[in-house]
């Protein structure tokens, strides 16, 4: 059974620093690109950023680029991002997703998500 | 950056209703386009892929359709577990856009 399990979250000031984890089981972790996908309270589905399965490629929104940093450990199975100098409107849970891929490419679904994990950024 | 807009943004409907969501992209996507349903507190499942392709386990209720710049998702007759917030996500470019979603709520 494939599994997602985010970490990390929690309370932080602004202009603060947390690292979200997202761990993976029931699939070959390396071979699938990976996603970061946030929900601030009460609003819609917003992507964060992307990397691809060996980890030599990675993509961010605007709104975080400079700030957060996506990677994984193919060796632990787990999906990081690195969040620094956190804002308020950074607010949000946190999903990974999994990008479906089959026979070395990748189509762009996410067909698997993780249950979340909380970041809010306040004083 | 690709805009999605969904229309409408909030649609109340009865069991057994027939339920279509629009969505359209800010230009042409061909056929990269996604559906989910998430419903509250929970994280979004995947319906729909390559805008027509249904997800393995998802009704046959569900159906999806479009090209290009507008697409449609339905529901042919709106079960009690369809009640829920339904998003478009864009997968022909990066950022990987969502649209603002369609909350489907009981008549």
């Known amino acids: 059974e494939v599994q997602l399990v985010e970490s990390g979250g929690g309370l932080v000031q602004p202009g603060g620093s947390l690292r979200l984890s997202c761990a993976a089981s029931g699939f070959t972790f390396s071979s699938y690109w990976m996603h970061w996908v946030r929900q601030a309270p009460g609003k819609g589905l917003v992507w964060v950023s992307r990397i691809n399965s060996d980890g030599s490629s990675r993509n961010y929104a605007d709104s975080v680029k400079g700030r957060f940093t996506i990677s994984r450990d193919n060796a632990k199975n787990t999906l990081y991002l690195q969040m620094n100098s956190l804002r308020a409107e950074d607010t949000a849970v946190y999903y990974c997703?999994?990008?479906?891929?089959?026979?070395?490419?990748?189509?762009?679904?996410?067909?698997?998500w993780g249950q979340g994990t909380l970041v809010t950024v306040s004083s | 950056d690709i805009q999605l807009t969904q229309s409408p943004s909030f649609l109340s409907a009865s069991v057994g209703d027939r339920v279509t969501i629009t969505c359209r992209a800010s230009?042409?996507?061909?056929?990269?386009l996604a559906w989910y349903q998430q419903k509250p507190g929970k994280a979004p499942k995947l319906l729909i892929y390559?805008?027509?392709t249904l997800q393995s386990g998802v009704p046959s209720r569900f159906s999806g359709s479009g090209s290009g710049t507008e697409f449609t998702l339905t529901i042919s007759s709106l079960q009690p577990e369809d009640f829920a917030t339904y998003y478009c996500?864009?997968?022909?470019?990066?950022?990987?856009?969502f649209g603002q979603g369609t909350k489907v709520e009981i008549k």
């Open positions: 230009q042409g996507i061909s056929s990269s």
């Open positions: 997703a999994r990008e479906y891929c089959s026979g070395g490419s990748c189509y762009g679904e996410f067909d698997y």
């Open positions: 390559a805008a027509s």
């Open positions: 996500q864009q997968l022909n470019s990066y950022p990987r856009t």
